[in-house]
T-cell receptor
Framework: DTGVSQNPRHKITKRGQNVTFRCDPI?????LYWYRQTLGQGPEFLTY????????KSRLLSDRFSAERPKGSFSTLEIQRTEQGDSAMYLC?????????????FGEGSWLTVV | LAKTTQPISMDSYEGQEVNITCSHN???????ITWYQQFPSQGPRFIIQ???TKVTNEVASLFIPADRKSSTLSLPRVSLSDTAVYYC????????????FGGGTRLMVKP
């Protein structure tokens, strides 16, 4: 499978704990994005990387959230001191920058439930 | 950012053609129009993308009038498995971060 891979697919954690999600983009895609989606809403942009550089961060990304993309390959999204409001599906996507009308491909998402 | 407006929901029956129209009055010159499909508990799946006129692939057709202020996604002969949320996005894809999802259109296909 050469699509965007995310893990874990589901995570249940207690409030206050830290969680980390991993995303493996499509090979050779140099752009990687993180979105968050809650029930009944469309995905909301969180941040994106071009290679290893984090170029844009949404105001939704509070100080408890940190994303990295070492070496410009896989990425991790860590949420510290989780709150119940963090419960959502976290989507990773990737694209190849130089394609006109570049298409963004999404992974299957990582569901987070904070109890 | 070009804002999009699309119907909240639509119902159809198996075998019918479904047309979902999206308004994007403030579309910019460099903006592309992209449609995604999303099933429950899955990530959005790219359906089709266009800049102007008509685009067709094995899944759908996308009609874009000359002024580009709207677009219509056409799904031929829908089946129950086409029940999903369909999102219309407008943006300069290269910018990546400019992709903004609205609420989408919930399509319900009935037998």
């Amino acid at each position: 499978d050469t699509g965007v891979s995310q893990n874990p697919r589901h995570k249940i954690t207690k409030r206050g704990q830290n969680v980390t999600f991993r995303c493996d983009p499509i090979s050779e895609h140099n752009r990687l994005y993180w979105y968050r989606q809650t029930l009944g809403q469309g995905p909301e942009f969180l941040t994106y990387f071009q290679n290893e550089a984090q170029l844009e961060k949404s105001r939704l990304l509070s100080d408890r959230f940190s994303a990295e993309r070492p070496k410009g390959s896989f990425s991790t999204l860590e949420i510290q001191r989780t709150e119940q409001g963090d419960s959502a599906m976290y989507l990773c996507a990737s694209s190849y920058r130089d394609n006109p009308g570049d298409t963004i491909y999404f992974g299957e998402g990582s569901w987070l439930t904070v109890v | 950012l070009a804002k999009t407006t699309q119907p909240i929901s639509m119902d159809s029956y198996e075998g019918q053609e479904v047309n979902i129209t999206c308004s994007h009055n403030n579309i910019a010159t460099n903006d592309y129009i992209t449609w995604y499909q999303q099933f429950p508990s899955q990530g959005p799946r790219f359906i089709i993308q266009g800049y102007k006129t008509k685009v067709t692939n094995e899944v759908a057709s996308l009609f874009i009038p000359a002024d580009r202020k709207s677009s219509t996604l056409s799904l031929p002969r829908v089946s129950l498995s086409d029940t999903a949320v369909y999102y219309c996005l407008v943006g300069e894809i290269r910018a990546g971060n400019m992709l903004t999802f609205g609420g989408g259109t919930r399509l319900m296909v009935k037998p």
